[in-house]
T-cell receptor
Framework: DAGVIQSPRHEVTEMGQEVTLRCKPI?????LFWYRQTMMRGLELLIY????????DSGMPEDRFSAKMPNASFSTLKIQPSEPRDSAVYFC?????????FGAGTRLSVL | KQEVTQIPAALSVPEGENLVLNCSFT??????LQWFRQDPGKGLTSLLL?????REQTSGRLNASLDKSSGRSTLYIAASQPGDSATYLC?????????FGEGTQLTVNP
């Protein structure tokens, strides 16, 4: 398996634009997690899914953030409208047991 | 709310030294504890997983211990190498949630 695949690797956009981050989990994994990493706040869990169903979205910072998992092999994290303070690295991870496998991340810069 | 703290924030050692990284957590009701490695611009790689019923795990030159009652874990790296330079993160699992520490940035100098 190629591991957790995230796209794009880098995204530069202007304030107010919509941003969509994508994640393909490892085949067979039933949990999917979205994290955000910043220098100020470290790694924060935003939301996670179990069998495509959102379980805990308490980490989603605002209504501007939304996440979907339409099927077992794909998830999106959308920010609309984006703001400069959303600039961070966003990681997706998937797991079957207790070990989470992380993607390489998407580095988002909102100008 | 679970809080995870890692000390030191940064560490620089000469090659060959043995070293210890520290992690503490506030809520002892954890399912497991993991140590991750993160290289610059990369994702996280799981190094060791300790279940709450275990006291330590070993993988090669790495040894992780867990004292759940005191809310502490250590990662011991033996005979450090320049290739060990990275940020090491500790994370505890409560339910399905992982709570991360802020990491220790390790530099091993040749």
């Amino acid at each position: 398996d190629a591991g957790v695949i995230q796209s794009p690797r880098h995204e530069v956009t202007e304030m107010g634009q919509e941003v969509t981050l994508r994640c393909k989990p490892i085949s067979g994994h039933d949990y999917l997690f979205w994290y955000r990493q910043t220098m100020m706040r470290g790694l924060e869990l935003l939301i996670y899914f179990n069998n495509n169903v959102p379980i805990d979205d308490s980490g989603m910072p605002e209504d501007r953030f939304s996440a979907k998992m339409p099927n077992a092999s794909f998830s999106t994290l959308k920010i609309q409208p984006s703001e400069p303070r959303d600039s961070a690295v966003y990681f997706c991870a998937s797991s079957l047991s207790n070990i989470q496998y992380f993607g390489a991340g998407t580095r988002l810069s909102v100008l | 709310k679970q809080e995870v703290t890692q000390i030191p924030a940064a560490l620089s050692v000469p090659e060959g030294e043995n070293l210890v990284l520290n992690c503490s957590f506030t809520d002892s009701a954890i399912y497991n504890l993991q140590w991750f490695r993160q290289d610059p611009g990369k994702g996280l790689t799981s190094l060791l997983l300790i279940q709450s019923s275990q006291r330590e795990q070993t993988s090669g030159r790495l040894n992780a211990s867990l004292d759940k009652s005191s809310g502490r874990s250590t990662l011991y790296i033996a005979a450090s190498q320049p290739g060990d330079s990275a940020t090491y993160l500790c994370a505890v699992t409560s339910g399905s949630r992982l709570t991360f520490g802020e990491g220790t940035q390790l530099t091993v100098n040749p």
